[in-house]
């Protein structure tokens, strides 16, 4: 019997997460080592200490980690906030200063025995199945396999708060994908702050004669693939400078495995504004990276981010981008106004734009945004849509949609789900 299978007393904790994809990895990973040291995952209305995952990528996202350490603070049943992430990594004093019981801590992995260390369970018994988890659990799973970057874009701090890139052992990555495959998880994503710069430890290339280098993110998905009887696997954000054709070619081989979908930053459709941005690549590098993704995978669904108001953007620049988006037809658009970040260049400079024109910058390239997703959508009419099914009567495509299909589709499987109409962005399959 397993030491959750009956009434007891234990200590409870709830996740708060905020930010990118590899947050959300970490506080997967995070839910899965406190269970396995016996501490229930719950909501904050019923934990006794809470962890806090905080995000720096914009202002807006390092004032709602700040908002959300503040409203758990004022529960009097709380004994400690945890913080750790991006936000809580640059600015330590200001996050514990919020209040007594806030505790930062650098290293995620050590949370789970800080924890039994420091808190205290309640005296009553409690049936941890009856707990309402604020991390339920999902059918997809978002695994870590590299950490953060070497590139010096002139507007980001994380590369700040996350240092230079390194990766997981490939060992590792494969415990965490058994893991999910043994419990039942059909679809992995595998996610990185910069996913394309992941290289194979030393001790598995020279344990399997594989070379480290660029091809080493095709080496791992191969690995995954004879290795694990998973459903599909799934890429997170990848620089245009990291896609390798090896990948493609991968892709290509795999289309019942690999989603074809690919999310890849563009930051700006301006030649000028991606030079001042210190993004290593042009127009029409992005241009010819796509044509050639998609002359192995004409159906394939690339989403995309863009910042809008960059220091120095003019409307023609602006224009440039609208323009370029609309040519490249992204199925969506992950949309950002430049917002200031201490300590980044782009924050020294003196041609700020006024949030106004950001906003109404916005406001036009979220439309063009949202009519490219809906042709998108209507285009797949009549097709066939590969379906990951993650509820009984849903599931989602390979290029994110929500699908309606029929009932009886098994839970963690692909099903082949021919569309036969689209509703408020969501695919009705037969």
Same mark, same amino acid.
Do not use: W
């Given at each position: ?125 409690? @049936? ?18 590299? @950490? ?136 029409? @590098? ?28 003019? @409307? ?115």
């Amino acid at each position: 019997m397993s030491s959750l299978d009956s009434p007891q007393s234990l200590v409870r904790c709830a996740l708060v997460n905020l930010g990118c994809r590899v947050n959300h990895a970490e506080i997967e990973a995070m839910r899965l080592a406190l269970e396995d040291e016996n501490i229930a995952v719950t909501d904050s209305g019923k934990a006794q200490v809470v962890v806090v995952n905080t995000c720096a990528v914009t202002g807006e996202a390092e004032a709602k980690s700040r908002k959300a350490i503040r409203r758990l603070a004022s529960k009097p049943s709380i004994q400690a906030i945890y913080v750790t992430g991006c936000a809580a990594n640059l600015f330590e004093e200001e996050f514990t200063s919020l209040a007594n019981n806030v505790v930062y801590v650098p290293d995620k992995r050590s949370i789970p025995e800080r924890i039994k260390q420091d808190a205290t369970a309640p005296a009553e018994s409690v @049936d941890p199945h009856g707990l309402s988890n604020s991390s339920p659990a999902r059918m997809r799973r978002e695994i870590k396999i590299q @950490d953060g970057c070497n590139n010096t874009c002139s507007y980001c701090i994380v590369r700040v708060a996350r240092g230079p890139s390194h990766s997981v052992p490939v060992q590792e990555i494969l415990q965490q994908a058994r893991r999910a495959s043994s419990d039942g998880i059909g679809e992995i994503v595998l996610a990185g702050i910069n996913l394309g710069q992941f290289r194979l430890d030393e001790e598995f290339a020279n344990s399997t004669g594989v070379k480290v280098d660029a091809t080493s993110l095709t080496t791992l998905i191969h690995h995954l693939l004879a290795e694990l009887p998973l459903a599909r696997i799934r890429l997170s954000s990848i620089e245009p400078t990291d896609i390798d054709p090896s990948l493609i070619d991968l892709m290509a081989q795999n289309p019942q495995r690999i989603a074809a979908y690919l999310h890849i930053p563009l930051q700006s459709g301006s030649n000028t504004i991606l030079k001042a941005m210190s993004r290593p690549y042009t127009v029409q @590098d992005f241009q010819k990276t796509v044509n050639a993704i998609r002359q192995k995978l004409p159906h394939i669904a690339l989403a995309t981010d863009i910042i809008v108001g960059f220091p120095g953007e003019t @409307d023609e620049n602006f224009m440039e981008t609208y323009e370029f988006a609309k040519r490249l037809q992204f199925s969506k658009i992950h949309l950002f106004r430049y917002s200031l970040r201490p300590g980044t260049p782009a924050a020294n400079r003196t041609d700020q734009i006024a949030p106004e024109i950001k906003a109404e910058r916005a406001h036009n390239l979220q439309k063009l945004a949202d009519s490219m997703r809906y042709q998108h959508a209507q285009g797949l009419k009549g097709s066939v849509a590969q379906v990951y099914v993650e509820s009984p009567g849903r599931g989602k495509s390979e290029g994110l949609f929500e699908a309606k299909i029929p009932k009886e589709a098994p839970l963690g499987t692909i099903y082949a789900a021919p569309v036969s109409d689209v509703r408020e962005d969501c695919l009705i399959c037969q």
